[in-house]
C-alpha cells in the first residue's frame, strides 16, 4: 500500500492512507454507472441505464422503415443480378457461335 508524505510546517511526516472510499463515475457513451475502487481503480458494480420505453407507433414506424429498406436492397441486388445474368448469356451465345472454330480434342481411343 502506497504511503503518503505529508509536509507540515518544517516537519516531513509518512503516514498510511485514510481508507478511501469507492467512486461512482457514470459513462459517457452508455450511459452506465461504474461503482470503482478508490485504491486499486477495480470496477466493483455496474449499473446498466434503464431502457427507454418506446411507444408501439414508434416501433411501428421503424419496422416499415426497415422494411422499406429491405426492399430497396432487394431490388437493387435483383437488378445486379439481372444485368450479371445477361452478360453471362450474352457470353455464351457468342461462345456458341464460335465453337465451329475450335478444333475438336484428339479422344485417346482415336489413336488406335
Known amino acids: 500500500m502506497a504511503r503518503i508524505l505529508e509536509v507540515t510546517g518544517s516537519r516531513y511526516t509518512l503516514r498510511m492512507p485514510k481508507k478511501t472510499e469507492n467512486l461512482t ?3 459517457p457513451c452508455c ?3 461504474l461503482t470503482v475502487h478508490g485504491t486499486s481503480g477495480e470496477v466493483l458494480f455496474t449499473e446498466k441505464p434503464k431502457k427507454k420505453g418506446v411507444s408501439f407507433e414508434d416501433a411501428l414506424q421503424q419496422v416499415q422503415r426497415d422494411k422499406e429498406t ?3 436492397r432487394f431490388r437493387e441486388a ?3 443480378e439481372e444485368s450479371r445474368m445477361k452478360t453471362v448469356e ?3 451465345q457468342e461462345a456458341l ?3 465451329d472454330e475450335l478444333e475438336e480434342p484428339i479422344r485417346p ?3 488406335d
Do not use: M, S
Request: glycine share 0%; net charge positive.
Open 70 to 72: 429491405a426492399d430497396d
Open 78 to 80: 435483383f437488378a445486379k
Open 25 to 27: 463515475v457514470r459513462c
Open 31 to 33: 450511459e452506465a454507472v
Open 97 to 99: 457461335k464460335r465453337k
Open 109 to 111: 481411343l482415336d489413336w
Open 90 to 92: 450474352e457470353k455464351f
